[in-house]
């Protein structure tokens, strides 16, 4: 158990919808980061916050939206569904900017 | 931009063979290097790091040497158990800019038979 938890952990929705993902970093962890892992595109890096600010931007597409919140989890918003959004989202933190990164065990997202 | 590449899976072997699992990256300045592992249905755990040239990571019976003239950073393991079975992802974090992600590579099933 690494200690970053997210919710939910199965998630079946239509085109069209929005979802709001989930994430409570470590104890401590002032750094969240998300990742989606589909099967075409393996893992990529969606987005950084840290300590509320964000702090990086990866491969994330317009329709989708994250914050951090003052007392540090995170959520991750997508908005107008595609049949390509369905995928495992994970979320990850770190003690600060640059240490290591733990994983949560990730929300699967199924998009019908 | 930065970059990780793995050798193919899936790769199977019998119990108590010797593994290796070729990693190579490019990146710009200096990176740290990671293994992660994910079993079936779990997420990503981390399984080693090195976070300079010639650091050696090792745990669980599994090492890898950074190596900044062949830009590698190779798993391997003396004698793998069937409960290793599972996907490992070889990952880089460069330090540059402001913020830190990793960059991962496509990810290598392991199979390990009795």
Request: contains cysteine.
């Amino acid at each position: 158990d690494s200690g970053v938890t997210q919710t939910p952990k199965h998630l079946i929705t239509a085109t069209g919808q929005r979802v709001t993902l989930r994430c409570s970093p470590r104890s401590g962890d002032l750094s969240v980061y998300w990742y989606q892992q589909s099967l075409d595109q393996g893992l990529q890096f969606l987005i950084q916050y840290y300590n509320g600010e964000e702090r990086a931007k990866g491969n994330i597409l317009e329709r989708f939206s994250a914050q951090q919140f003052p007392d540090l989890h995170s959520e991750l918003n997508l908005s107008s569904l595609e049949l390509g959004d369905s995928a495992l989202y994970f979320c990850a933190s770190s003690v600060g900017l640059w240490n290591e990164q733990f994983f949560g065990p990730g929300t699967r997202l199924t998009v019908l | 931009g930065n970059s990780v590449t793995q050798m193919e899976g899936p790769v199977t072997l019998s119990e108590e063979a010797f593994l290796t699992i070729n990693c190579t990256y490019t990146a710009t300045g200096y990176p740290s290097l990671f293994w992660y592992v994910q079993y079936p249905g779990e997420g990503l755990q981390l399984l080693l790091k090195a976070t300079k040239a010639d650091d050696k990571g090792s745990n669980k019976g599994f090492e890898a040497t950074y190596r900044k003239e062949t830009t590698s950073f190779h798993l391997e393991k003396g004698s793998v158990q069937v409960s290793d079975s599972a996907v490992y992802f070889c990952a880089l974090s460069d330090r540059s800019g402001t913020a830190s992600k990793l960059t991962f590579g496509t990810g290598t099933r392991l199979q390990v038979t009795l």
